[in-house]
């Protein structure tokens, strides 16, 4: 691709939020192009059965809703770039969207869907069972275990949260935390510390995850006490770990505007950011939902914003030329 072509609107990120941008945009005529990124599709290139999203009745698997996805907006004249992008220069116009490869594209709107990414314990038995048990979402997976045991791993709001939602699913929760406080808000440790399906493990932290011999399923986990060094395991159908989420917004951490997490800010109701021309869309701003179909609806507004946006500045441009003949 032409580095030096400018293009009516480039997109940051290729999972629902994304792609969708990508579907307005493309059926406005904006051409747009998408940065794959590291993972392209998004965090539901690690789902297995997505039941929660509409038309489809039977579900479907991540990897095959987000290839639907990818074909309906490449239908519509999108391209698509292998390749992450490491900075964005909006210090001129057009905006310059700088990639890894050193290559870059030039564009006259960002929409930045770059989304983000649950944090992980790190052990290596968990992720080899992500989809298989493993978890970072209850709203996603919680259906999966009804009736069953699940643990939850953390001590902030977004644990007593998942803790909390699972019970209506589950038949036992046993919430793990490496210490004798929470961090989390009052109001949340009294709806945890009074929810009979819920049991906390004080002072442990997981070491191992267990699953059934073949790597097929989880079937408990391996705590540590982190004050007698005792282990000890927990059987358990499902595990979820709810230790908070990272929006990837370090490529413009230091001209956006963000909360205290380090989501992105928008204007209220749109997805206008605080530098013209630059929208957001999908989990890179959304802490609260994360979830595809909201992402999706993220990414058309951005898309509607972006193509509205546009409008706007060719009518100035038209109008300044006719004041300057």
């Given at each position: ?8 609107v ?47 009745p ?38 310059r ?14 929409i ?163 530098i013209p ?36 500045q ?12």
């Amino acid at each position: 691709m032409d580095s030096e072509r400018v293009h009516k609107v480039v997109i940051i990120g290729s999972g629902p939020a994304g792609l969708t941008a990508a579907i307005y945009a493309g059926r406005a005529n904006l051409k747009p192009v998408v940065i794959d990124g590291l993972q392209p599709g998004g965090q539901l290139m690690i789902t297995s059965d997505v039941e929660n999203y509409p038309g489809f009745p039977d579900g479907i698997q991540g990897p095959e809703l987000m290839e639907l996805f990818r074909k309906q907006a490449e239908r519509f004249d999108t391209t698509y770039v292998e390749d992450e992008v490491v900075s964005l220069d909006v210090t001129s116009r057009p905006f310059r969207v700088n990639l890894g490869s050193e290559e870059y594209q030039l564009a006259e709107a960002v929409i930045i869907a770059s989304g983000a990414t649950a944090k992980w314990i790190g052990l290596e038995s968990e992720k080899k069972l992500q989809g298989k048990g493993v978890s970072a979402c209850a709203t996603c997976d919680g259906f999966f275990f009804r009736g069953k045991v699940v643990t939850v791993v953390g001590g902030g709001d977004t644990a007593m949260e998942e803790a909390n939602y699972l019970t209506h699913h589950a038949s036992k929760v046993i919430l793990i935390h490496r210490r004798r406080e929470f961090r989390a808000s009052k109001i949340m440790q009294e709806r945890v510390l009074s929810n009979p399906k819920i049991e906390v493990v004080y002072d442990s932290v997981v070491t191992e995850i267990l699953d059934d011999g073949k790597g097929q399923r989880v079937t408990g986990a391996r705590v540590k006490n982190v004050k007698t060094g005792a282990l000890s395991d927990i059987p358990c159908d499902g595990f979820f770990v709810a230790i908070g989420h990272e929006p990837n917004t370090k490529i413009v951490s230091d001209i956006l505007s963000m909360d205290e997490s380090g989501y992105l800010l928008h204007k209220p109701d749109s997805s206008y950011t605080d530098i013209p021309g630059v929208f957001v869309a999908g989990d890179v701003h959304d802490h609260r939902y994360r979830q595809a179909v909201t992402a999706a609806g993220a990414g058309c507004m951005a898309a509607i914003d972006a193509e509205r946006w546009l409008e706007e500045q060719a009518h100035l441009k038209a109008h300044d030329l006719i004041l300057q003949a």
